[in-house]
């Protein structure tokens, strides 16, 4: 009977470390350009197409952008979506920081389209505006996610994205 007894405790602390492994995670993202409560909207709305997420929540006081995962895959995919809807900030998982890769454009060009930037509202154009104040900017598309078209003279693709990402927002550029 004894040794049965420590063989179902044996087994118990077995499935104890499993489903450790399995934990949820607590991911954090800050600094994203969330100016508004349309803005609040759509980065709750990305989060809620994610299967295995929970606790959603978008803050515009404080600029973060929370979830818990059930998973590792839950939690990728969470921070990809925000990603992929024009958003950017520091990524945090269980308060470690967590490191996202992003590709880098390279070169000048005199006209920069990038698709995909977060711009729901006349507060986002007019963050944007402030930031390439020295080009012509112009915005294309519907919805909440737009190209913007920036007209210049040598403008950096990669000062343009890394402007972009430092103050909150994400895009793809055209190329």
């Known amino acids: ?7 179902m405790f044996a087994a118990l602390l077995a499935l104890g470390g499993a489903v ?7 991911v954090e993202i ?12 759509i980065a709750n709305g990305l989060l809620t ?7 959603v929540n978008a803050d515009a006081k404080l600029r973060t952008i929370t979830f818990k995962s059930k998973d590792e895959a839950g939690a990728k995919a969470g921070i990809k979506a925000i990603i992929d809807g024009g958003f950017y900030g520091k990524v945090t998982r269980d ?5 996202v890769t992003l590709p880098m454009p390279t070169g000048k060009a005199n006209e920069i389209v990038v698709k995909d930037v977060h711009v729901c509202c006349g507060a986002c154009k007019s963050a ?5 104040a020295d080009a012509k900017v112009a915005y ?14 040598d403008l950096d693709k990669a000062a343009v994205m890394d402007t972009l990402r430092k103050t909150g927002f994400n895009g793809n550029i055209e190329k």
């Open 49 to 55: 197409k994610v299967d295995g997420l929970s606790d």
């Open 1 to 7: 009977m004894r040794k049965c007894f420590v063989g």
């Open 140 to 153: 294309e598309g519907k919805g909440p996610q737009l190209t913007v078209r920036l007209t210049g003279t």
């Open 20 to 26: 450790a492994v399995a934990s949820a995670d607590d």
């Open 95 to 99: 308060g470690k920081e967590h490191a």
């Open 128 to 132: 944007i505006n402030k930031l390439f």
């Open 30 to 41: 800050k600094g994203a350009h969330l100016c508004c409560a349309q803005c609040v909207k």
